[in-house]
Structure formats: C-alpha cells, structure tokens
C-alpha cells in the first residue's frame, strides 16, 4: 500500500483538551464536596472529548481499490456541546449544504431570539419545551411574512404563501454564559402556489419595519406564554396583562411560583439585555442582517456564523496564575476584551453547555420540513457528496453503518492520488473489529495486517502498516 502523509486535526495536544484533561478528575472532586452532582450525560461529554481522536479508543481504516492507498481515522466524540474539533467539521460540512442545497440564490434574512433569564437555564433542560418555544418563534415569523405577502402581492388568502426557515439552537453567549437564544436563517419572503397543482414561485418582500419586529417578538412572547401553560409551566395572571404584556406564575424549577412579566422588543445589534423594564421582561428579536439574493459569499458567511462552535482553541489560555482566559471575540459593554475564571469555574460552564439529550440544534421548518409537501419543489437539491467512481459498487449497509457509527459523515475522503473513493477495510474498537468482508485489495497488493482491537501499532512505526494516522 502507498504512504500517505496526513496532517492531524484531534484535539490532543491542545490547551483545551489540556486543560480538561489536567483538572477533569479535580473538578469532579470539587462538585462532589459541595454536594453538587455532575449528570452522566455531562460526564459523557467530557470522557468523549477527552478520547476524541485517540487511536487506541477506535479507528477505522479506509484504502483504495486502484492504487493501494490507506487512510486511518481515529474516533470522533462526535459531541455538540463545545468540541471544537467535531463543531468545526460539522460547521465546514453544513454551511455550504445551506448556501446550495437549501437556500440558493434566495435572498436570506437573520432572525435571533434571546429569551428572558427566568426561562434560559430551564429550557435548555426540557428538549420538549425547548422544541415549543422554538416552533413558536418561528410560527411568529411565518405569521409576519404570510399576511406581509397576502397584503403586497394581493392574495386572496395567507395559506397561498409559504415559507421557510432553518433554525440553529444556542447555549450560552460570548462569554460562555448560559444564554438559550435561537438564530433563524428564513428566506426574505415567500414561496406562492396560487393552485394546488400549479407552479411554486418565490416572491421576496419588504424588508421589515421595527413595529414590524416588535410584533414579531411579542408574537413569540404570545406564543410561549401559551406553549409554557399547555406544558403546565405557566399559569397567566389577568392582574398586569395588558396589549403587549404578558403577566404570570412560574410554576417549574426553582423559580416555582414566581411571578413574571414579559414583553416583546425590536433589538439592535450591541443592545438590548437582561434588565426589566417596570418589573417586565423582553423576548429580544433581531432582524437587522440580511443577505441579497445571489450572495452566495455572504449567505456562507453568515451559515458559518451560525454553525460556528461556542469555542475555539486559539481563544483559550492557562496563566502562569492558574486561571483561565478566555479572548471573547467581541468586547463587552464594559469594553473588557477577555473573561477569567479559575479551572473549576471554567469547567462548570462547559458543563452547562451540556443538554439532557443529544437533540439537533440544526432544524428545519415550513417549506424545509422533512415531511413538507413542497420541500422538492422549493429547494435546489444540489448533490455535494462525492459519488462513487464508475465501474465500481458502492460501500453500504453495515459496512458504512459501523464507520459512521464511529465518524462523520464527512469522513469519507477520495484518494489523493488517483481521486477515487476509499473503500472501508476495517473498523476497530477496544470491545470488536468489524473487517469488510467486501474489501478487495488492488492487483498485486497486500491486504494491511489486522491491528489488534486496542489500536497498537497503529502509525508508521509497524512497517507493515503503510498508512498513517488521520485523526479528522
């Protein structure tokens, strides 16, 4: 087989995994003098992230059928929590995915909620209101660009208008403060079938007005108060309600039998917070960001911003103190330009960042749903998965299944020497090794030795295995 030489990208060797790995056990013992209990899924999430990228933890190998080539892949944590690592490849993968598989040449406007502090911790640990205050933002919205359409294009009804959005669901804020926030990129318009079996059409609008906004973020407001009463989390109170208020009872958490006002407000960039207006709360909206149609430049800046990981390594530094700093990457209001914590106060806020489940920030709504009657007609449907080579049959079922149970999707590389896709050979686990019993090395060649299932010898120092590590 041919050696190739491949860069590494896994987290070892970094100043975050470093750390974590320095004051992993420390942090542990300090939540449990204090009585304080770490959750096994957030437990999960650090020994994940820890072994990301470790051979000896899993790896799979990955050769060509012409040439000879291997590849090895080290094992993914796959986590969505703050791995840079996976977070970065899972962005490089979906953003371009967004600009030409589902939006286009649309033009595409940025929509953010920031909830009240009275509902941002507890939601992002109910996946199921959590997915109910979301379909109530963007029910807002679709409510705003139907009845903007019926009235600019003179439809005879709302339902002849459709739209569509793509949301991505945010944990914490610059500085890793927990901070539930949604961002939802939804194309500047609608999509109007005038028939049931006529032609869909897309027709951008207006851009919206602050009054326009601000209706939307009271909407939403609206909309979670009675999502939260049907969940029992929210008991309304007619004392304080008013035409753009919103008066109650918290009837979950600690907050039990609190009571709170909330309000909808049009926000700009670099304003709005946490601060009560007379005693009341705001469902911040931002509209201001736009993309014109046919910016695919743009609309793939934007995508990587929103798919963009909560953390980077580069942003992260160990003092000689002991502390952590953390570079933000826009300045406070204070006009400060980094964040430090102490090692325990650091690793309490990556563990917030944990969900209960490993549910999709990625979602899909409208038009874009995967069960939308016109989801084929309105997206492009531009295919960017390499396909397999002619003549040769492609490489599923459970042969692909246990690679992709291990990595990314995106880890199926073409051979650098002769661009023709990479057949698996074999996956390897501490527990089994799967060998492909549809490998068929090229003519003349050699199959690689088995490594055993606890990945030693894995690298260029066994000369029987003539590939290297690729740990992506």
Known sequence: MTQVAIRSRAPQGTRLHGIILCWYEAWLRYRRERDRSVPDVVRREFER????GDPSFGYALLGCRRCGTARGFARSCKGRAWCPHCLARRQA???PRLVHSVFGMLPVRHWVLCLPPQLRYTLGYDPVMLTAVLSAFVESIFRYLRRKAKREFDLKTVELAYPGAVSVIHRCSADLDTNLHFHVLVPDGAFIRLTTDGPVTFRPVTPPTDEEIQAVAFGAC?????ALERGKHWRPLRSGSSSDTVAGKLTFGDRKGERAKFFGEAARYGKGGVASRSGAYAFHVNADHAVDAGDQQGLTELAEYVLAPPIADGQVALRESGSVALD???TRHDGSGEAVWTPMEFLDRLAALVGRTRAKSLRYHGVYAPNAALREAVMPWRVLEQPAPDGEETDESEAYGAYHAMHHAEDEPACPLCCRRLTLIEVVTPRHTYRNPG????????????QDSMGSN???RD???RGEICRL
């Open 463 to 465: 000369a029987e295995v």
């Open 222 to 226: 609206r909309l979670t108060c009675r």
């Open 93 to 95: 993968k979906l953003a």
């Open 328 to 330: 933000l990457r826009r």
């Open 49 to 52: 992230f820890l072994r990301c």
């Open 439 to 450: 490998w068929k090395p090229p003519d003349g060649g050699t199959n690689p030795r088995v």
């Open 458 to 460: 894995f690298g260029l």
